[in-house]
């Protein structure tokens, strides 16, 4: 039992640091292995396995988590994080057009000291204000402050 005990505390011990790991090289991956290493540690206290096997399972197990709940747990997380940061720092605030940006035509907007990637369905000048109504990945959807004549 200690033989097999000890490959439990090793499992647990690699899907531990893949976990840290997780936050240092982010990209929703590594958490699946640790995933996978915990679900050989699990098992490995009830079933006796040699390290083949064990190694197998691992990467079985890690690459079917990944396959099935990667997408679905990046979209939690980032619809949860991002779209509330999105809501009370980008969307209504206004910024201004540094390029002339029209539909079809992308340019670029100032906003919060940084130059942004932007597009619109209206026609906007260099230098008009622009409001903030929506992004698509990094870049900004805005629409024309003037008043419509």
Not at 11 to 18: E, H, P, Q
Not at 101 to 126: L, Y
Not at 128 to 136: F, L, Q
């Amino acid at each position: 039992m200690e033989r097999y005990l000890n490959a439990a505390v090793i499992w647990f011990i690699i899907g531990l640091l893949c976990f840290l790991l997780e936050f240092v090289i982010p990209g929703l991956i590594l958490f699946f292995f640790a995933v996978g290493a915990w679900i050989v540690a699990i098992l490995s206290l009830f079933i006796e396995m040699s390290v083949n096997v064990q190694l197998i399972l691992f990467l079985a197990s890690s690459i079917l988590t990944i396959l099935l709940f990667r997408k679905w747990v990046k979209k939690i997380i980032w619809t949860k994080k991002h779209s509330t940061e999105l809501e009370h720092e980008f969307l209504g605030k206004t910024g201004k057009a540094e390029t002339f940006i029209g539909p079809g035509q992308n340019g670029k907007v100032h906003f919060k000291g940084t130059s942004w990637d932007a597009r619109s369905e209206d026609t906007i000048e260099k230098g008009e204000n622009v409001t903030i109504t929506g992004n698509e990945s990094i870049q900004l959807i805005v629409k024309s402050t003037k008043p419509l004549l």
